[in-house]
């Protein structure tokens, strides 16, 4: 079989032992498309002659893109099998240019990486720091033609009503085109973020059985525009946490939540406001015993602590300026840079705990939940609660089992045990049919099997 010619966004190497010229590669063809695709385990001309591909090659590419790539990338690197061959395949992208390799820039010209020069270097730098290079205002995968045109209608009319913008709807084109969303009839990344579907714009969403992320009771995963996302994580957050109900003497009764909605929409809100779209990684929302964490991979910005936003009015540091203008308009964002307060007021209002963490790869807003019990008729949203002490269900078990094992290589049958909570011969069970069905693929033998997904 033959993969074609290499191009400017394609690049083969024979096998691992061209790692060095793999990583030149990979950095000439971020610095001239910011994305690419790499197949070792195939010849320059497009022939595949594969490789053994094991956990230890897969770690060794890994770990030299982390090493020896700068600025950081993350990479989707998978085993693939291409004429009954293995093949290691990476596939890599970001906006963050310009990326060196081993200390070194370099661009790619038709299939050559070529070394940068000082002032092609400077040009590139220069570039990168313009408002135009920033990854909301690239030109997107995404048509007019995509666009979830009830959900723009939705956010023009609230952004009239609010007064604050003077725009009505008459068509998609035309209102698009008037908010700075498009690039003739292409949406701009902003656009497509904020009223298309797209695998980039995900969320996870998660229930553990108890403070620490190992089993799951329910776990969900969800893409599309972001405002129809924060919907789909609220409510999951709502029908998933305690009321209490509070009667004032009048006929009505007051349900309140034990972590106020206005922060956790908030939260929400700036999770996505703030998100790095460059990363391809995925928004979270985890419930545990004790909290919930809802995860933005968008670090804080540099310089400044989340206390800063709260105590004084600091000037708003936005990392996607289009997306926060449009809900300010729409009212989804009351204003600028005061999201972290408005979580903290509402928290303290309520005086339940909050937190906000910092992390390498982005940034979290924590709620600790109360100790006391659910009402014994908590509100129902899209469904039914799911209680803390309730199984994986058994479609939830093999995803959980698919998802560790795209994250990590492969699982052994203690680690899939570990996992799921279950008895050693549930788990087999589970394991077996996984692979009669072709999900799974064994590899190994007695306490060496461990299983990998099925190419």
């Not at 995968?141 to 609230?158: F, H, I, M």
């Amino acid at each position: 079989m033959n993969l074609g010619i290499e191009t400017e966004t394609l690049e083969f190497k024979k096998s691992t032992g061209e790692l060095k010229e793999a990583m030149h590669s990979i950095c000439a063809i971020l610095n001239k498309h910011q994305h690419g695709e790499l197949y070792f385990g195939v010849k320059p001309d497009g022939t595949v002659v594969g490789q053994i591909v094991t956990e230890e090659s897969l770690r060794d590419v890994s770990q030299k893109i982390g090493n020896f790539i700068e600025p950081k990338i993350y990479p989707e690197i998978n085993k693939v099998i291409i004429d009954g061959k293995e093949c290691i395949h990476v596939k890599f992208e970001g906006n963050h240019i310009p990326y060196f390799s081993y200390g070194v820039a370099r661009i790619r010209v038709a299939d050559e990486d070529l070394q940068m020069s000082p002032e092609e270097i400077t040009e590139l730098l220069l570039k990168s720091g313009r408002e135009g290079n920033r990854w909301e205002n690239l030109v997107s995968n995404k048509s007019v033609n995509d666009v979830d045109e009830e959900l723009l209608k939705k956010c023009t009319r609230k952004a009239h009503e609010a007064g604050r913008i003077a725009i009505s709807y008459t068509d998609k084109e035309t209102v698009l085109n008037q908010l700075e969303l498009t690039d003739g009839n292409n949406l701009l990344n902003a656009g497509k973020a904020l009223f298309s579907d797209d695998l980039i714009q995900d969320i996870q969403m998660a229930i553990f059985a108890t403070n620490e992320r190992l089993t799951f009771n329910d776990i969900q995963r969800h893409h599309g525009p972001v405002l129809k996302l924060v919907d789909v994580a609220e409510a999951y957050i709502k029908s998933n946490i305690h009321w209490r109900v509070e009667f004032t003497g009048s006929l009505q009764r007051t349900e309140i939540p034990e972590i106020p909605m206005d922060a956790i929409r908030e939260a929400l809100l700036n999770s996505f406001c703030h998100k790095d779209y460059s990363l391809g990684q995925s928004n979270e929302v985890a419930i545990y015993k004790d909290r919930i964490e809802i995860y933005n991979p968008g670090t804080f910005p540099e310089g400044f602590e989340p206390q800063d936003f709260i105590d004084r009015p600091e000037r708003p540091i936005r990392r996607n300026p289009k997306i926060a203008r449009i809900l300010y308009y729409s009212k989804d964002i009351e204003s600028f840079g005061t999201g972290l307060k408005r979580i903290a007021d509402a928290c303290d209002t309520a005086r339940v705990k909050y937190e906000f963490k910092k992390l390498k790869s982005g940034f979290v807003v924590c709620f600790y939940r109360s100790e006391e019990k659910a009402d014994k008729n908590p509100i129902k949203a899209d469904k039914n609660p799911i209680k803390a002490d309730k199984k994986p269900i058994k479609a939830d078990r093999k995803e959980i089992i698919v998802k560790y094992v795209l994250e990590n290589g492969f699982i052994t049958n203690r680690e899939a045990r570990e996992l799921l909570g279950l008895a050693d011969s549930t788990t087999k069970r589970v394991l077996k049919e996984m692979v009669d069905e072709g999900i799974l693929i064994v590899e190994g033998e007695r306490k060496a099997r461990k299983y990998l997904v099925s190419q």
